[in-house]
């Protein structure tokens, strides 16, 4: 079983519609996160939540809009596309602030293509 | 806020032979989680080996191996015996323990492993 899982792992779409990414972890983990990757592949955070509840959103333009149904899902809706959030987006999981590891664990990606 | 810095956008070694991906980052904690991540081909971030900033032992998982120092901010990877699998992007990141739980990644490696 895959421990963390995107859908969809390729998406393309045209400027101006809105589109989302879903997630999922069978860890048991707390916490989730949104990772960027651009064009040069550096990787940023872009959200986290715990527990549902958003703990870092790091000053992402506010087309973008995480939600948690629960612990194990994290969505990631994209309102009105543009040419530049053409990337990689990972999803990632871990346990929160735990004694025994605070490694995240990173989804396969979905390479989001705007044209 | 921390930042994450690998000088080497590209390294090449041969087959079996040994190979070392430099990191340094910069932070004003003491107590922090190092992590290197490998991204083949098919982007999945994978972990190769983590390292507790309160341990003075450097880790060490089978062919890997890291170079801690923590006094010079400088966390280097050390890949003995190099396989045609090891080809991939190789990323070092920084995780503070205290603040919110984000991975601040570098700029990434490019090993290519040659025949």
């Known amino acids: 079983d895959t421990a963390v899982s995107q859908t969809p792992k390729y998406l393309v779409t045209q400027m101006g519609n809105d589109k989302s990414i879903k997630c999922e972890q069978n860890?048991?983990?707390?916490?989730m996160y949104w990772y960027k990757q651009d064009s040069k592949k550096f990787l940023k955070i872009m959200f986290s939540?715990?527990?549902?509840?958003?703990?870092i959103n790091e000053t992402v333009p506010n087309r973008f809009s995480p939600k948690s149904p629960d612990k194990a899902h994290l969505n990631l809706h994209i309102n009105s596309l543009e040419l530049g959030d053409s990337a990689v987006y990972f999803c990632a999981s871990s346990p929160f602030r735990s004694s025994s590891t605070d490694t995240q664990y990173f989804g396969p990606g979905t390479r989001l293509t705007v044209l | 806020a921390q930042t994450v810095t690998q000088s080497q956008p590209e390294m090449s070694v041969q087959e079996a032979e040994t190979v070392t991906l430099s990191c340094t980052y910069d932070?004003?904690?003491?107590?922090?989680?190092l992590f290197w991540y490998k991204q083949p081909p098919s982007r999945q971030m994978i972990l190769v080996i983590r390292q507790e900033a309160y341990k003075q032992q450097n880790a060490t998982e089978n062919r890997f191996s890291v170079n801690f120092q923590k006094a010079a901010k400088s966390f280097s990877l050390k890949i003995s015996d190099s396989q045609l699998g090891d080809a991939a992007m190789y990323f070092c990141?920084?995780?503070?323990?205290?603040?919110?739980?984000?991975?601040?990644f570098g700029q990434g490696t490019r090993l290519t492993i040659n025949p």
């Open positions: 932070t004003s904690e003491s107590d922090y989680y």
């Open positions: 939540y715990n527990n549902k509840e958003l703990i």
């Open positions: 990141a920084f995780l503070e323990i205290q603040g919110a739980q984000k991975l601040v």
């Open positions: 860890l048991g983990h707390d916490t």
